[in-house]
């Protein structure tokens, strides 16, 4: 499936260009909801935070984890 999507970190909103989601499905009668099977974090740090705190919004999750959100200086 091909399906674009924001390629930045769920946790910091870091952009994580090499990110290449991979899809189960259109999430119709399925568990996976139309999401990619990978959550596309920038780290391992992020993946933990993202895994740690399901059920929590992501910026809880964040803030738990101690992580700082991305800020992009280049705009
Ligand atoms: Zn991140
Ligand atoms: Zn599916």
Redesign the pocket.
């Known amino acids: 499936m091909v399906k674009t999507i924001d390629n930045k970190c769920f946790i910091c909103q870091k952009p994580v260009p090499d990110y290449r989601p991979q899809?189960?499905?259109?999430?119709i009668d399925?568990?996976?909801?139309?999401l990619p099977i990978e959550p596309c974090v920038c780290s391992d740090n992020c993946y933990v935070a993202l895994m740690s705190g399901i059920g929590k919004p992501y910026n809880e999750r964040r803030e738990d984890a101690g992580i700082d959100i991305y800020i992009d200086n280049n705009k």
């Open positions: 899809f189960c499905c259109n999430g399925c568990g996976c909801m139309g």
